[in-house]
């Protein structure tokens, strides 16, 4: 079928899949502690409880989830680097990840996920919603919402992030959800997490 | 009966090429066997998927242009047996079910240059399908990938699990180098020159090595094919239908113009697409193919959002020029603006950066990202 | 698929099979269900995994499956009917919230029932909090109804190369299984959208292609079934 041959998007998916360790260890984050996120200087305060997942997307990442991250994901991106990912790169030859640069300016920061997410996951059909200015970790910074349709899945999911750049690091943190039910759902809690957000 | 008409096409390229009168076409096909019939039910189910699918362009003057080129191509009884859908994903394919659905992505409308270059690609497509490709792809693949398999447990890793997907409806070498001929079997019967088939596989390999270039690689395109791959190689390809298009002879117009007029309105949405692949080197090779009649207002914009994306210092001081020269044609988007006033901010350049943005405001105060702008203004 | 495959292969083993929201009971003879279109899909496994779609056995399984189904419905002590699929726009819900139910199986299996992979806060002691959303009963045609009766099938059946494979595989200690046949069945209130019964497995028993083999299939899928007389078989 294939006109040429290409890098199979699938492949790379199955590949980011496959990366982790399946059997690292979930956590409890409690209600009501401060606590450091992402091996970073950022930290949150959370109202509610949440799991900790014992994969980390990244390096510089963490994710939470209360009922798992294929139906609720907030993750965190602590203070990546100028020349860092966001997430683990699965074939840095073929598919090189953008990187993140000390000079980036609030509005290439919606631009830097997406383009993450289309090379790293093979998602075509993404859409960056609504992109406004926003207080973040005590910064100023962005807020912006999208939608998008997981490779090999049907389900219509949509997320929403507050990032900020920081003494020439990238803060930003994630909540992604399928769009019924689950997305209203979970938002307001972590919503609260995020507006909890200090560096 | 069909197996027989693929073996002799593999087996006799350039006579066979050359030969005007197309082989007879079997409407209505029904699939005979269970492996078959397994294919065609996935197929159905990915249409019925696709139909309501978001990323499906449903523009109908682009959909009635392809498949006008499409009909040109294989003829109006052929081309009436196939559903075209027009997929937005940035890469160069285009695929065919055995149901009759095909699908073009946009990847290969902006890599494209010609409608005859079209009519070359949908003729190789309607090829697999008129050759009923996919069922005996389904049988290759079995013992290739049974092979992967045995491998990744006499070596370990993480090989086996990666090998079970990547899609059962690949086809095989011979299969592809079929469809190939007997797609420039349909060029030949056709008003396009044979002659273009060629031509997309030059251009492809050269697009190959320049993202290698652009990833600080050396361009490696391997230049014969490997023991697993399913396809010629680009440079197989581009020699034997160059051969098997000169044994055709000149003939036709390849209607350059009209292509570029049919694709122009979505242009724009193509070069951004392209864009967000963070292929530098291929991105580049593209605009430059693009711009061989010269620079306009689309590819300039494009150009100077590519090298902004990049963002080094000297890609800043670019993307600023480029926007400058996509202003000064009078026909830019406010947008041109706004990646003025963006370039310049992160080349330190704060004050013409703001004079850019409020002129970008000023052009569409009601844009999505306005309050944003308008902090990097007050900042 | 692989997806699947790689966490079937590492979860077989310790897990549990079925949950039941605490205090939920079904009074026999007082409930309305619907049964939703059940999701079958059959085929074969190549030595690789990979899944070879086959429309022949996924029309016998349909067959075989509506048949076992229908008797096991006389046996539910409930009234159950089937649904009435809607088109258009509303089958495009309806298949929405079908990816739905089975990406909340697949959580349940990974995050609750796997003890390797819990998550703390689904680890508690008699709980089972899981839902598909109050909005579940808009989908047309299930206005009257308490509950609503989702079941998902899926099986590769392995070639004898792959299962061939799995003994060298085994020698080699590679986690490789031989075919999957996977099943979730789930009853979700239709009042809340909550899930107040799954029963899922990785590995399930019964060919779905023949009559004997959907029967026991759908007697595992609706093993522990709520409100269901105990002198049922």
Not at chain 2, 176 to 204: Q, T
Request: aromatic share 10%.
């Amino acid at each position: 079928m294939t006109l040429r041959r290409f890098p199979s998007i699938a492949l790379a998916a199955a590949a980011l899949a496959l990366a982790a360790p399946v059997h690292a260890a979930n956590t409890l984050i409690p209600a009501g502690q401060r606590i450091a996120v992402a091996g970073s200087v950022l930290t949150v305060q959370p109202d509610a409880e949440w799991n900790r997942l014992g994969v980390r997307p990244g390096r510089y990442a963490e994710r939470w989830t209360r009922d798992g991250d294929q139906l609720d994901a907030l993750t965190f991106y602590g203070g990546i680097a100028d020349g860092k990912t966001l997430f683990r790169e699965v074939n840095r030859k073929e598919r090189p990840l953008p990187r993140v640069a000390a000079t980036m300016l609030v509005t290439d920061i919606p631009i830097l996920l997406e383009n993450s997410y289309r090379v790293a996951r093979g998602i075509a059909a993404m859409t960056i919603e609504r992109v406004e200015p926003a207080r973040f970790a005590g910064s100023d910074g962005v807020h912006f919402t999208y939608s998008y349709i997981r490779l090999d899945e049907s389900l219509h999911r949509r997320g929403e992030a507050f990032g900020a750049i920081i003494r020439g690091r990238l803060y930003l943190i994630t909540y992604e959800a399928p769009a019924l039910y689950y997305y209203e759902r979970s938002a307001p809690t972590a919503r609260r997490v995020v507006d909890s957000a200090r560096v | 009966m069909r197996r027989l008409i693929a073996a002799a096409l593999i087996v006799s390229t350039a006579t066979a090429a050359s030969d005007p009168v197309l082989p007879p076409y079997v409407p209505a096909y029904q699939p005979t066997d269970v492996d078959e019939r397994g294919a065609w039910m996935i197929a159905d189910e990915e249409e019925r998927r696709l139909r309501d699918a978001p990323e499906v362009i449903r523009d109908p003057a682009l959909n009635a242009f392809v498949r006008d080129v499409l009909c040109r191509t294989v003829g109006a009884d052929r081309c009436a047996a196939i559903r075209l859908y027009i997929v937005r994903i940035p890469a160069f394919n285009a695929t065919t079910y055995p149901n009759g659905m095909m699908t073009v992505w946009t990847g290969a409308l902006l890599r494209l240059h010609s409608e005859a270059e079209l009519g070359a690609m949908l003729g190789h497509e309607f090829g697999h399908f008129e050759l009923r490709h996919t069922v005996a792809s389904f049988r290759h693949r079995r013992s290739g990938n049974a092979l992967l398999a045995w491998a990744s447990i006499l070596g370990g890793g993480f090989a086996l699990q990666v090998a079970t997907i990547g899609g059962f409806y690949r086809f095989d070498r011979a299969q592809e180098k079929a469809a190939d001929l007997l797609g420039l079997r349909y060029l030949a019967a056709s008003s396009y020159p044979a002659s273009a088939a060629a031509d997309i596989w030059v251009r492809a390999m050269a697009e190959t090595d320049a993202s290698a270039i652009g990833r600080y690689r050396k361009p490696d395109q391997r230049y014969t094919a490997g023991f697993f791959a399913t396809h010629p190689t680009d440079l197989t390809r581009a020699t034997y239908l160059r051969a098997a298009a000169a044994a055709i002879g000149v003939h036709g117009a390849d209607e350059a113009a009209r292509y570029r007029a049919a694709v122009a309105p979505w242009l724009p949405r193509l070069l951004a697409d392209q864009i967000k692949r963070n292929d530098f080197g291929g991105s580049e090779y593209l605009l430059a193919q693009l711009a061989a009649d010269g620079w306009t207002t689309p590819l300039l914009f494009a150009r100077g959002e590519l090298y902004r994306e990049r963002g080094n210092p000297r890609d800043l001081v670019s993307a600023a020029g480029f926007y400058r020269d996509a202003i000064g044609r009078g026909d830019a988007p406010p947008e041109a603006y706004r990646g003025l006033g963006l370039a310049l901010l992160r080349g330190n350049q704060a004050e013409p950066g703001k004079a850019a943005l409020r002129d970008y405001l000023r052009r569409k105060p009601d844009a999505g990202d306005a309050p944003l702008i308008s902090t990097l203004i007050a900042s | 698929m692989v997806v699947w495959l790689l966490v079937g292969a590492s979860s077989a083993s310790a897990q549990e099979k079925s949950g039941v929201k605490p205090g939920f009971t079904l009074t026999p003879g007082s409930a309305h269900i619907v049964l939703i279109r059940p999701s079958i899909q059959v085929g074969a496994q190549s030595t690789a995994g990979m899944f070879e779609p086959n429309a022949d056995w996924t029309a016998q399984a349909r067959d075989a499956l509506g048949a076992a189904l229908r008797t096991a419905e006389r046996r539910l002590g409930n009234d159950v009917t089937d649904y009435v699929e809607p088109v258009g726009a509303d089958a495009a819900r309806l298949a929405e919230y079908q990816a739905l139910f089975d990406t909340v199986a697949a959580s349940v299996i990974e995050y609750q029932f796997f003890v390797g992979n819990r998550l703390p806060t689904k680890k508690r002691k008699d709980q089972f909090a899981w839902s598909l959303g109050p909005e579940v009963a808009t989908l047309p045609g299930l206005a009257g109804a308490d509950y609503a009766l989702f079941v998902s099938t899926e099986d590769h059946f392995g070639s004898t190369g792959r299962k061939v494979l799995q003994i060298f595989a085994a020698l080699a200690r590679v986690p490789v299984t031989a075919g999957v046949h996977r099943g979730f069945a789930g009853l979700v209130d239709l009042r809340t959208g909550d899930l107040v019964w799954l029963n899922a497995d990785w590995q399930m028993g019964g060919d779905v292609r023949d009559a004997a083999g959907a029967e026991k299939r759908v007697r595992q899928l609706l093993a522990g079934f709520p409100g269901k007389p105990a002198a049922a078989p």
